[in-house]
């Protein structure tokens, strides 16, 4: 199977398991600690979805891109944070500069790299990363052969 087709693929199973763990993280912390996703009333119910999903789609271009030489792990594991994380903070930002209709830049900037320094803010890397480095994995097995799972009616009767 043709590498880049292969690196699409797993990166598109891994940004939707990346999108799972992010909302069942976010959903964990907010039921444990009591403290909502985004404490600002001004920032409205958008900000945190589209930094979520902004979030995802790194992780996703991210691993298209670096999955095609699966032999490197840190490269894909380090990017995918690291992007990940920044396309949160960015679109937190601007939606909030959107949403909220008397805020400055710096209050922007201000709730943005708040959002990112906090405990919603740093699990998104985090799952980015642990995500990529499955990823990794999936993406080296593949490209040395390795066959998918099959279910047992589709197996030979030989084997």
């Known amino acids: 199977m043709d590498p880049r087709r292969t690196a699409w693929i797993v990166a598109a199973l891994a940004a939707a398991l990346d999108f799972a763990l992010v909302v069942c993280a976010f959903g964990f912390v907010s039921l444990l600690t009591g403290v909502e996703v985004i404490v600002d009333p001004e920032a409205g119910l958008f900000v945190a979805p589209a930094a979520i999903g902004a979030s995802?789609?790194?992780?996703?271009?991210?691993?298209?891109?670096?999955?095609?030489?699966?032999?490197?792990?840190?490269?894909?594991?380090?990017?995918?944070?690291v992007w990940a994380w920044i396309?949160?903070?960015v679109v937190s930002v601007i939606g909030y500069a959107l949403a909220s209709e008397a805020s400055s830049l710096l209050a922007a900037l201000l709730f943005g790299l708040g959002f990112g320094i906090g405990w919603f803010g740093l699990l998104v890397p985090a799952l980015a990363a642990v995500t990529a480095a499955f990823a990794v994995l999936v993406a080296r097995g593949r490209d040395s052969g390795m066959e998918r799972p099959r279910w047992p009616w589709e197996r030979d009767e030989e084997e």
């Open 56 to 81: 995802v789609i790194a992780v996703l271009l991210t691993l298209a891109v670096t999955l095609r030489r699966p032999d490197r792990i840190w490269p894909s594991v380090i990017l995918s944070a």
């Open 87 to 89: 396309a949160l903070v």
